[in-house]
Structures are given as C-alpha cells and as structure tokens.
C-alpha cells in the first residue's frame, strides 16, 4: 500500500461500480479510509471486503443521492466514525439517452437528480466539515459530453455542463478557504453506463460506437482522480478532459 492519502477519508459516490468502484480500490491503497455510498448494498459489501482483504479500509453508507436524508445520513455516518472528510469524489451518474420526444419525464427528471441535483446537495452538506478542516478535495464526474455535445443526450449533456459550471463557481467561494475543486471529464470509459440507456436502438447505436474504439478502462479514470487529489495543497487541478486516444 501507499501512504500518500493516510489518515484521509474519502467519501465516493456511484462506488458500486465501473469508475467509482476503480477509484474506490485506488484511493484506499494510498492510504484513504474510503466510505463507499451508492444504493446496492450488496455491491458495497463486496468491495469493502475486498478493500480490507488487501489491508484497507472502508465504511458502507447505501445512499440514494436523490434522497435528502440518505445524503445527511452519509455525513453524518462519515464524521461519526472518521470526524473528517478530506475527498468528496461525486461520481454517482447515469446516461439514461433519449430523444427529447421519446423521453419521459422521469428520464428526464432523474437525469440532472442524480447527476447534478445530488452532486449539488452532496457538497452542500460536505463542504461545512471541510470548511472547519480548513482544507478538502471535491472532485465532480462531469463528462467529455459537458463540453461537446452529442445527440439524443439534451438532458444529459445539460447535467454535466452543469456540473462543470457549479464546481467552477464552488471555487470561487471556497478556494481561500483551503478547499480544491476539479471537475473530471471522461470520454469513453468501458463501464456498465451503457447498459441503462432504455430506447435499445440508442443503446445498440451508442455501444457500436464506443465498441469502435480502444475504450478507456475504470482505473484510468481512477489514477487520474489519484493523481489529481495526491499533489500537494497549493496544486489545484481544476479540469481534467481524457478520451481514448482514438475518440475524435
Ligand atoms: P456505472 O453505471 O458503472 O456507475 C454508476 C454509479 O452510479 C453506480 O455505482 C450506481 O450505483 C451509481 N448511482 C446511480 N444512481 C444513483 C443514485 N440515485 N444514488 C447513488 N448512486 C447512484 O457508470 P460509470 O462508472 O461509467 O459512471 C460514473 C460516472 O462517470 C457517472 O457520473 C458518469 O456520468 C461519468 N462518466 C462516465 C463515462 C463513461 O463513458 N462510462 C464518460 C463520462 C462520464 P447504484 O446503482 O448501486 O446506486
């Protein structure tokens, strides 16, 4: 194990698969105790155990991050055990793609609750602790589609655009404070996000594409955020844009 991150707790969201999952391992073998928030429990366990197995440590917190109360009870769980907060990884997302048309409400609805609405509150409810500390890391999953855009994605693409504005904007209020803010923005990354796309003509569409190059693996994603969160307190990383090098 590593020790750049030791005696540091580090709260990671969506960390019952693809990105989180990777960045979950990586951050705990720095040294981070990881608590580990997403809703399937089992998927947690498994990943805390493994976590541990390879002398770690994590905590679970199922959590709804569109559920108010989960998102206090993660806080609160965190401090109870640890009494800080050092990372706030916001990586819990879906990409559920549709015609503006074809769409649903709730589709449409769940898409910026999960993607922004409880990154939003998440950080709202993070950032006291942090400011206390007089330090602490928020690092957002924004995406390459926060900059660029990318059809049947309105919802999407508006969700992540604005979680690069809302952590640019962070900064600005909480920098002299000793808090950092980076907004992480994949290209492809093989995960199961895919897989959530209702309309199966979009999905078979996106997975063509995404198949048609040398997609990025979760751990890459994962060193990245590493990286981003193990330089020193002056360094402060505030974007970060990695596509597969074949992704034009
Ligand atoms: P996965 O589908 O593998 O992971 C998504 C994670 O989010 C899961 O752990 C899921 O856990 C969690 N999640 C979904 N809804 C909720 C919710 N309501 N409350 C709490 N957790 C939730 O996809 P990725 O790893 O690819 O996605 C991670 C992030 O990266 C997302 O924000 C995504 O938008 C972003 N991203 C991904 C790219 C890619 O190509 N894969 C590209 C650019 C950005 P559970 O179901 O257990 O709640």
Request: proline share 3%.
């Amino acid at each position: 194990l590593g020790s750049e991150l030791d005696e540091q707790v580090a709260i990671v969201t969506g960390a019952s698969s693809g990105i989180g999952e990777a960045t979950a391992r990586s951050l705990a073998a720095r040294g981070a105790s990881v608590v580990l928030a997403a809703r399937r429990e089992d998927e947690l366990e498994e990943l805390a155990s493994s976590i541990e197995d390879d002398g770690g440590d994590a905590l679970v917190v199922p959590t709804d991050v569109t559920d108010d109360g989960d998102i206090d009870d993660l806080v609160q769980a965190t401090t109870d055990e640890y009494g800080r907060i050092d990372v706030l990884v916001n990586n819990a997302g879906l990409m559920p793609l549709a015609h503006i048309a074809e769409a649903d409400r709730e589709t449409l609805q769940d898409t910026i609750d999960v993607n922004l609405r409880g990154l939003i509150t998440l950080t709202h409810a993070v950032v006291p602790t942090m400011l206390e500390q007089e330090s602490g890391h928020v690092v957002n999953l924004s995406s390459v589609v926060g900059r660029f855009l990318q059809a049947n994605s309105a919802h999407y693409n508006a969700a992540k655009a604005g979680v690069k504005m809302f952590g640019d904007s962070l900064r600005l209020d909480v920098a002299e404070e000793g808090i950092r803010v980076a907004t992480i923005e994949p290209g492809a990354v093989d995960t199961e996000l895919l897989d959530h796309i209702p309309d199966e003509e979009i999905q078979e569409g996106v997975k063509e594409y995404v198949g048609s190059m040398d997609a990025l693996a979760p751990e890459d994603i994962a060193r990245t955020i590493t990286f981003v969160v193990t330089q020193p307190q002056r360094v402060d990383i505030n974007e970060v844009l990695i596509r597969p090098l074949d992704q034009v």
